[in-house]
């Protein structure tokens, strides 16, 4: 098959696999409910959306892509998706093969517009790491390069070839997918999709341009250039354009290798509480963060000599960053600080004032549920929390979920990618330390902003008095107005004239019932065909009936008055 023939292929076979799971979706979660069959439809629940996750688990490691950066952004989206399928995504890596050598170094002299052996004196065939969008090698520069640069042995990282078609096709999918969801007002009212799926192409398009990623390993650099925990691999600008990168090799010891800590004299506790210290600094200080800050973008480097410290943070892989703009900033702080004081609507506050909820959302429920979470297991660690009975700990997180989702959330700019860091950080600070609380990190830091921001709460409350004082001395005014409104009979509710209508609409109803019941009976029984023929094979049998309920209907309704 061509080129092109593939790319068609990929093409319907996304779209394919997102129209059957929607329909299927609509047809359990929306349809059956309405009929009062909500028992039917909670009914192997977990189990549908397990192998749902489970087969989207096998389409993206199959296609590679940026379908396998999907299904790492929704394993992070606890907020939106149920457990049962953030679980089955969580452990989704970059499963592809490395691309045959000579197809790499083909892209990389086209690129460098020199043969291999004279841009680099050595290049390991074997790839040090192989990704779905490009894939590492070791290599020692020319002796010319070395001279002028310093560095011996770097890292040369090499795009896929023809990953420019892939992301493309990968992206009119999913803005194809993104707009059938933007028609269901259930997921409308909560996410803009075709937003979110913009959103996700900007940053799946700088992670291909590789001159972007050294200009961010570069910023990134000097954020931290007199901050003795954080070390960043230099750039060999002569060696690197968009599909090839070359950079300083700072291969160390995996900060998840607790083994390997422990036998350099390293503790992993340490590193844990270093690790969240160095996040919450890029989050909540800086502005500019690693936004897959996942084992292997971080090495513990060792260090020897007479300085300070005995190791240091080496971060890799500056293709996902993200930027905190300073108001979104502010409005984190304030959530951060009502976390730290286990202040359930101080933190649903500040989710209002981040823009994560709608102004129109009622918070009643969340702030219950957020002081009842907080009563509970606030200032629990992972270790405390593996102690509470199951049982306890699933009933809470299905309310809780559930309340999450039945609200109108909406994700500010480079918010999913603040989740996804955040996410990645307490998961990798818990397999350093079991024991690890992430409160301990937490109420230091928030403390800190507490000081930084108290001449700020001191003019709030000023604000919050003077506005309060308006309010009250306009109030007598208007209560005046409206008492004169209702006394002289200008204050009327306007009713539509329902009765002379009501004959028609009921008419309405019968048809549009049958006619909506037969198209979910047809369309039940063709999805579920593949998995269980014979419940699909009744379904599509029923529907006959309420097809003919139907036209008898509008029959009936049209010999009668109109």
């Not at 989206?77 to 989704?92: A, M, N, Q, S, Y």
């Not at 959530?335 to 933190?347: D, E, F, P, Q, T």
């Not at 009921?506 to 037969?518: D, Y």
């Amino acid at each position: 098959m061509s080129d092109a023939g593939n790319m068609r292929a990929r093409y319907r076979r996304i779209t394919r696999f997102a129209a059957r799971y929607l329909v299927q979706a609509w047809w359990y979660e929306l349809f059956l409910p309405r009929l009062g069959l909500s028992r039917i439809s909670a009914h192997g629940r977990a189990a549908r959306l397990q192998r749902i996750a489970q087969r989207f688990h096998v389409l993206a490691v199959d296609l590679g892509g940026l379908m396998i950066k999907v299904g790492q952004f929704m394993s992070s989206r606890l907020d939106v998706l149920p457990p049962e399928i953030t679980k089955e995504l969580e452990g989704l890596q970059d499963e592809v093969p490395p691309v045959p050598f000579p197809a790499i170094q083909a892209m990389a002299e086209a690129e460098l517009g020199v043969p291999l052996e004279r841009a680099y004196s050595f290049v390991d065939p074997t790839p040090l790491a192989a990704a779905s969008l490009g894939q590492a090698h070791r290599a020692r520069l020319s002796d010319a390069d070395a001279a002028q640069t310093g560095l011996t042995d770097i890292v040369v990282k090499i795009q896929r070839p023809g990953i420019d078609e892939v992301v493309d096709v990968d992206l009119r999918a999913l803005r194809r997918v993104a707009g059938w969801l933007s028609r269901v007002r259930l997921v409308a009212d909560r996410v803009d999709m075709p937003a979110l799926v913009e959103e996700f192409a900007a940053t799946s398009m700088e992670e291909i341009d590789y001159l972007h990623e050294a200009a961010s390993a570069e910023r990134f650099g000097e954020l931290f250039r007199d901050d003795a925990r954080v070390g960043v691999p230099e750039v060999v600008w002569e060696r690197t354009t968009r599909r090839v990168l070359t950079l300083q090799d700072v291969t160390a010891i995996k900060i998840n290798d607790v083994e390997g800590l422990r036998a350099a004299g390293i503790d992993p506790s340490e590193v844990a509480t270093e690790f969240a210290a160095v996040m919450f600094d890029q989050l909540f200080a800086d502005g500019f963060f690693h936004a897959d800050p996942h084992p292997g973008n971080i090495f513990v480097t060792p260090r020897v000599g007479p300085e300070a410290r005995p190791w240091t943070l080496t971060f890799i892989d500056f293709g996902m960053m993200g930027e905190v703009p300073d108001g979104l900033r502010r409005g984190l702080r304030r959530i951060l600080i009502a976390a730290a004081s286990r202040n359930g609507k101080g933190m649903v506050d500040g989710m209002r004032d981040v823009g994560v909820l709608l102004p129109s959302a009622d918070t009643a429920e969340l702030e219950r549920a957020m002081t009842k979470l907080f009563a509970r297991f606030g200032g629990m660690g992972f270790a405390e929390l593996q102690e509470v009975d199951p049982r306890e700990f699933r009933d809470f997180a299905i309310e809780f979920g559930d309340v999450v989702r039945s609200l109108p959330f909406q994700l500010p700019e480079n918010f999913l990618l603040i989740v996804r860091a955040m996410s990645l950080t307490s998961g990798m600070c818990s397999s350093l330390d079991p024991a690890f609380n992430i409160w301990d990190a937490v109420e230091p830091y928030a403390n800190r902003l507490i000081r930084e921001e108290s001449g700020n709460v001191v003019q709030g409350f000023a604000r919050q008095a003077v506005s309060t004082a308006s309010v009250a001395a306009r109030l007598p005014q208007r209560l005046d107005e409206l008492a004169t409104r209702i006394e002289d009979g200008r204050l009327v509710a306007q009713v539509p004239r329902i009765e002379r209508r009501l004959d028609r609409v009921e008419r309405m109803v019968r048809r549009v019932v049958s006619a909506i019941l037969f198209a979910a009976l047809l369309i039940g029984g063709i999805v579920l065909r593949a998995d269980e023929a014979i419940l699909g094979t009744v379904l599509m049998a029923a529907s006959v009936l309420p097809l003919l309920h139907a036209l008898f209907a509008g029959w009936a309704s049209g010999r009668g008055p109109a």
